[in-house]
């Protein structure tokens, strides 16, 4: 990527700092013992030191010095220093407020280039991450190179937060010979279909420094010695961090517009869409060749709604700035692409001026037209690139405007059991025919009426009603409609009093319910949709379903309860199956000639032992959950009454427990749940 042509001319990133926020340094490699300058740990994990084997090999690609391997695997920016902050734990994970934490500090710290070689889904809206990045981006200057993330095989709106930040240059993935990995994270941005990433970089088969007995370093081994090869945009954000270095050096007065101007404007074109590749791919001596920079560096014209027999002309401008010394007269010229990446129909983009003079140290600009009634019956994202051109540089700049396939608006209200709209409720749409962006909706106005535009398509909608949100035995209504089918302009009503009560009983009344878990499973060819409603107990539940019965695919609702007397006697019931329609109230006490009686020794090898006996009801080729058993001590014997109804199965299940486990000690749903965190996004090597 031309590395080596800058090294020529003197720059090596000397003087610059650059923050890598990741899973830790390890110092002791010959080609970073000298260049990590400052280190902070944002994390539970002991110190800096990285134990997963991440941060060392993203800090090399950016700065290392190549000194184990007589330079041959020096990184892009030897002759920059490094801040290490460890916002990664030990097995590759943080959370939110560490990785600001890290953010800030390197701040302080006066760095230059902030690598973030790590992400989560992205949202629509502005998250605290994004949120961040564009505040110390403008406030100080830094800049921001953040990975797109390694979720491209899942289609379009995959790049990650906070790769998806406004001010972050957002890097793609690519081999040596420029083709896009699979796995690299695709625009549109979520929420308002803006150009993500920015750019893309080498992060396929990338060799770099090895932390020995890390994570990584112990699954794909060392070839050759000191270094390990892996693959993923987490290998392709530092080439890039390391670039902007490189330009921070030859111009220390840039701050992160100029920097992310110069280095999208001056990329390779890799025959990929500007939500696939951005600009292009990184070529660093035409980086620092370049004077004339766009700002922005890509236009987004946004969303022309369906049907476009209105559709009208959008108009923008394409500014360009001079940061040299001499006026530049740039040559002007746009190519455009249609969804299906052919040659969009002529006119489809046009520019005001086939040639512009920028004068130095000033800008101008020229307009860019984009008219999308002229795409006739193919709708969907368009894109093109301008190319300006003049002396010795050119500057590309990516446009796209989306084309709305056949969409409505759609109005839902949710009512509460007064019949007045209410504010507690939760709420999601998910796509049965539709796929991509609009697969999955969650849904919430705190005035109780929320709109919604939707492709035309068939949707599962599924919401929960709370009388009081903290307290479920106060009250919860859910209502399902396996089968919402949009096809016009409409109003939804969900409305709590058509659900009835749920009314689950076992033989004994002395038995306190310990466990429930209503819940679904929908499916069929292309979507597979299981959820359930999070309550303590039976009591206060009701349930409705609204709309037709389901024609396609596989329905299947199961009751799931545990119900316990004393520690030694439990019930366990499962109920339900395959239907067509979910229930609308439920009632069913249970007899004893209901249940299957087993009684179970827990043994022990030793004194002074715990375990858990756990017993998983499930229907056949339709599956179930299983409750987490709680400790307890042993040898005992415990009786179950096992419910034998509507075909149901068990297994059961014994374990002796040696040291505590901090996840155990409550009865809950055999998946355990995380709070969303950030995760590293470099991956084993393999070819993309």
């Known amino acids: 990527m031309g590395a080596d042509k800058a090294w020529a001319t003197g720059y090596d990133g000397k003087g610059i700092k650059i923050a890598v926020l990741d899973t830790g340094i390890d ?156 796995s690299s994270g695709r625009g549109p941005r979520v929420g308002d279909g803006a150009v993500k990433p920015d750019v893309t970089a080498p992060g396929v088969d990338i060799t770099a420094a090895a932390a020995p007995g890390s994570v990584i370093e112990q699954e794909v081994g060392q070839k050759p010695d000191g270094y390990l090869t892996i693959s993923g945009t987490s290998m392709a954000t530092p080439h890039v961090a390391g670039a902007a270095a490189i330009l921070k050096q030859q111009h220390p007065q840039w701050t992160y517009t100029e920097l992310k101007g110069a280095l999208t404007g001056s990329t390779r074109d890799g025959k990929y869409t500007p939500y696939q590749q951005g600009s292009g791919r990184i070529v660093v001596d035409a980086a620092i060749a370049q004077t004339v920079v766009a700002d922005p560096a890509s236009l987004n014209f946004g969303t022309q709604q369906w049907p476009h027999t209105d559709d009208t002309p959008v108009t923008k401008k394409v ?191 002395a038995a306190e319910p310990r466990f429930v878990a209503p819940r679904y499973w929908y499916a069929g060819e292309g979507y597979n949709i299981e959820t359930g409603v999070d309550v303590n107990t039976f009591d206060g539940l009701r349930t409705a379903h609204l709309g037709p019965e389901v ?62 006996l756990s017993a998983a009801g499930y229907f056949p080729e339709l599956g179930g959950i299983s409750p987490i058993p709680r400790p307890q001590k042993l040898p005992r014997t415990r009786t179950l009454h096992l419910s034998a109804l509507d075909n149901a199965k068990w297994g059961l299940s014994f374990e002796q427990y040696g040291v505590p486990d901090e996840d155990r000690g409550g009865q809950g749903v055999g998946l355990h749940r995380q709070r969303l965190r950030r995760q590293a996004v470099g991956l084993p090597s393999r070819r993309r």
């Open 551 to 612: 024609t396609t695919g596989a329905l299947n609702q199961q009751w799931i309860g545990v119900w316990a007397k004393g520690a030694d006697t439990e019930y366990d019931v499962l109920l339900g199956g395959k239907t067509k329609k979910l229930a609308t109230g439920y009632r069913k006490h249970l007899k004893a000639a209901d249940l299957a009686t087993v009684k179970v020794g827990m043994g022990a090898s030793a004194a002074g032992k715990e375990g858990g």
């Open 27 to 182: 110092t002791s490699h010959p080609d970073l013992e000298d260049q990590v300058i400052a280190a902070k740990n944002f994390t539970q994990a002991a110190d800096t030191t990285d134990k997963f084997g991440h941060g060392t090999h993203v800090a090399s690609i950016a700065a290392g010095t190549g000194a184990k391997s007589a330079g041959k695997y020096r990184g892009v920016a030897p002759g920059a220093k490094v801040l290490n902050g460890k916002v990664l734990d030990d097995t590759g994970y943080g959370d939110d407020s560490g990785i600001i934490g890290g953010i800030e500090w390197a701040a302080e710290q006066g760095a230059d280039v902030v690598n973030l070689s790590l992400g989560g889904e992205d949202t629509p809206g502005l998250d605290p991450l994004e949120a961040t990045v564009n505040r110390l981006s403008d406030e100080k200057g830094v800049l921001f190179t953040i990975a797109a993330g390694n979720s491209g095989e899942s289609g379009e709106a995959t790049v990650d937060s906070p790769g998806s930040a406004e001010a972050a240059l957002t890097v793609g993935s690519v081999d040596g010979d420029d083709q896009l990995a699979d």
């Open 319 to 509: 500014t360009y700035r001079n940061l040299g010394t001499r006026d530049a007269t740039l040559s002007l010229a746009v190519t455009a692409t249609d969804p299906a990446g052919r040659p969009a129909p002529v006119a489809f983009f046009v520019l005001g001026a086939k040639t512009l003079t920028v004068p130095a140290g000033g800008e101008a600009s020229v307009d860019l037209t984009a008219n999308t009634k002229l795409g006739g019956t193919l709708d969907g994202a368009y894109s093109a690139y301008v190319v300006a051109t003049g002396g010795d540089q050119s500057v590309r700049t990516a446009a796209t405007v989306l084309r709305e396939a056949e969409a409505y608006d759609v109005t839902l209200r949710f009512l509460g059991r007064d019949g007045k709209p209410t504010p507690h409720y939760s709420s999601f749409l998910s796509g049965v025919t539709v796929r991509d962006e609009a697969r999955f909706r969650e849904l919430y106005d705190p005035s109780g009426t929320s709109k919604i535009r939707l492709p035309k398509g068939t949707y599962l909608f599924d919401t929960t009603v709370s009388v009081d949100p903290e307290d479920s035995g106060k009250g919860t209504d859910w209502l399902v409609q396996p089968k919402l089918d949009v096809t016009e302009d409409m109003t939804v009503t969900v409305d709590t009093r058509a659900a009835k009560p749920v009314d689950i009983t076992v033989p004994d009344s």
